[in-house]
């Protein structure tokens, strides 16, 4: 009975060569494990922003008090609500504006030739301000042509 097991044919290999058959398992191991890490890292630096929707008031006694809005015109200028404001004075001018407001809430609206890094100080200064939320406004049709003369013709 051993014999039969010891006689059954392979593959003929000429004399002085060996016969190389790759070995699966290890290389199976390590995809297997690459698959994990990028499964993990994918995980890892996913990053997403928390969006709020709005939900319908059911309360209409409380007064509703006019947005905030913090824009940036084309020339970099900052406005807190139509009034122009430096750099300087924005953290203290938020302070002041939000002292007696219930809703932390400031819109910020730029339009083009305002730099990312422009935007992204001024909502840095806002949540130092005690800003909890932050939102964001699309300039009219009329302001994106101010910005952008001849695009629309």
Known sequence: MSAALTDTPKAEV????????????????????????????QQVLQRSIDVQLPVDKEDESAPELPP????FDASGLMFLNKTYVTEAQLPGM???VYRDRPAKLLFIKAIKGVTYGEVL?????????????????LP???EWAQARPGEFN
């Open 14 to 41: 000429p004399k002085g060569r060996t016969m190389v058959d790759p070995n699966m398992t290890p290389m199976i191991d390590v995809l297997l494990v690459l698959l994990v890490i990028f499964i993990l890292a």
């Open 68 to 71: 905030i809005v913090l824009e």
């Open 94 to 96: 938020l302070e002041q």
């Open 121 to 137: 100080t001024a909502m840095d200064v806002a949540r130092g301000a005690g800003i909890e939320v932050l939102g964001a406004m």
């Open 140 to 142: 009219t049709m009329e």
